[in-house]
């Protein structure tokens, strides 16, 4: 039996923060206790003194070598989920795709082929369907049965993952049957292209134009219409990548109700907006995702809404892509600019600087980035949280540390940082998954094919 103590940190949970003596034993939280009161004995001691102890983060939105637009994601399961581990991350539930024409089993099948052996953190998946059919609903009770239990069904992107709204209603339909999840991309992707097209006729070709065509009303409007097709069908809902202010309304309105409405939001709406899409030379390119950037003014909402559990996650949507030889494909249209961003290794300082600047409490922090995703996407309490019986994936974070975000010290595979230049407030100092140190005092310790792959169960909804 092998056996860690963490002695004199601040272990923050959801619901406590206390300074308390953590032991591991096999991988798990075997138990905590007043600093000093339990004479345990330990292979390992790991002094916290002045740190928090808090869960690994869950980051339940990923995109490792998705392909998209004639390229893919520059991380693969191996750089992605070190990058992750680096920044505090410990679990990611990434998107398998049902191809058009395919079975979600073999999207199913490729994205094991992808991950296993490469990770090293653990990790789970979603299905994205493309081709919602007889067959295809019929798999998703099999699925769920075998832990892959939320689906993502796209009201953008027509003819790539595009559902319309009868299938999302049959996949709600049966969701509603078998206890999975379904995911929504709501932005109204018809809609959008005619302004595409309108956009790239009248010359508008830069990359600010990917955020004017893809308007903030198209956002709400498909998320009220996958809130009432969920009603219909009887169905929660889970809202991914929450941007606009009146998509957040949507939400809330639904959730004042009563309805089961659930949504995520993402950093990069947090701290980034049209400004950034705005930027000259090409520049702009770096910072196109869909749903897409908005002007500031919209973070008030989405700060708001973290705060009052309108939303009640957020993930990274981290979907990198070089800026050389990949956002470039869309110079002089910027329909052709793959869409997506990373931003898998700063999620957990960035919410962290959220809680330095007043936004969020740390306990609310701990909330959004590790329980929620967790209970969110059938994982707790093995992950998200720090009790007795959990996974021993645990970050002791130093609250006082500085740091510059910068794309020259990351370790996402990719050649440029949204936030290049933040001044960030705490830092990593060491992570452990499931017990095994993978970050040891700001070096990497872990491992390719130390992550292991992670069935899940049916979603914990709350209240
Ligand atoms: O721009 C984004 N979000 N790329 C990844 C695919 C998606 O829609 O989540
Ligand atoms: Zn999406
Ligand atoms: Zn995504």
């Known amino acids: 039996m092998t056996r860690t103590l ?4 601040l ?40 740190k928090y102890v808090i869960p690994g983060g869950v980051d339940g939105h990923t995109h490792m070598e998705m392909p998209f637009g004639g390229t893919y994601a520059s991380d693969t399961f191996e750089t992605g989920t070190q990058a992750a581990a680096w920044g505090g991350t410990t679990t990611v539930i990434d998107f398998a795709i049902q191809s058009k024409g395919g079975s979600l ?20 998946f979603h299905m994205i369907m493309s081709d919602v059919n007889e067959s295809s609903l019929k798999e998703m009770d099999r699925l769920v049965e075998e832990g892959l239990t939320s689906f993502k069904l796209f009201c953008a992107y027509p003819d790539v993952f595009y559902s ?29 292209d005619v302004l595409v097209e309108q956009a790239l006729a009248r010359g508008e070709t830069d990359p600010r134009y990917h955020g004017e065509v893809r308007k903030a009303l198209l956002e709400a409007e498909a998320t009220h219409r996958v809130i009432r097709l969920a009603q219909v069908a009887g169905a929660p809902v889970y809202v991914v990548h929450v941007s606009a202010q009146e998509a957040v309304a949507e939400i809330a309105r639904a959730r004042d109700d009563g309805l089961p409405v659930y949504g995520e939001t993402c950093p990069q709406y947090l701290f980034l907006s049209t400004d950034n ?8 390119a770096k910072y196109v995702c869909s749903t897409p950037l908005r002007p500031r003014e919209h973070q008030a909402a989405l700060w708001k809404s973290l705060r009052t559990n309108d939303l009640q996650v957020v993930s990274t949507d981290h979907c990198p892509f070089c800026f050389k030889g990949q956002k470039e494909l869309g110079r002089g249209d910027f329909s052709k600019i793959p869409n997506g961003m990373p931003g898998v290794e700063n999620r957990m300082d960035l919410l962290h600087q959220a809680v330095v600047e007043g936004h969020l409490t740390r306990r609310r922090w701990i909330e959004l980035a590790c329980a929620a995703p967790a209970r969110m996407f059938g994982l707790y309490p093995r992950k998200g949280t720090i009790a007795p019986g959990s996974d021993a994936d645990l970050v002791i974070y130093d609250p006082a540390a500085t740091q510059t975000l910068s794309a020259s010290t990351h370790h996402m595979n990719v050649d440029y940082s949204p936030y290049e230049g933040k001044k960030i407030t705490g830092a990593v100092h060491t992570v452990l998954s499931r017990g095994i140190p993978v970050i040891t005092n700001h070096t990497y310790t872990g491992h390719p094919g130390h992550g292991a792959y992670l069935p899940r169960g049916l979603t914990q909804y709350p209240g």
């Not at 272990?11 to 034993?25: F, K, M």
């Not at 089993?105 to 789970?124: F, M, P, S, T, V």
């Open 105 to 124: 089993r073999q999207g199913l099948d490729a994205w094991h082929e992808k991950a296993n052996g490469r990770c090293a953190i653990d990790y789970g």
């Open 6 to 9: 963490i002695t004199h940190g």
């Open 277 to 284: 899409l705005a930027e000259p030379n090409f520049e702009g």
């Open 164 to 192: 319309d709204d009868g299938q999302i209603l049959r996949a709600m339909q049966r969701a509603a049957g078998n206890g999975g999840l379904v995911m929504t991309h709501a932005e109204n992707g018809l809609a959008i």
């Open 11 to 50: 272990v923050i949970t959801a619901a406590d923060e206390l300074h308390a003596d953590v032991l591991i034993e096999n991988g798990r939280v075997a138990a905590l206790a007043t600093p000093g009161s339990q004479q345990w004995d330990a292979d390992h001691v790991i002094d916290a003194s002045d």
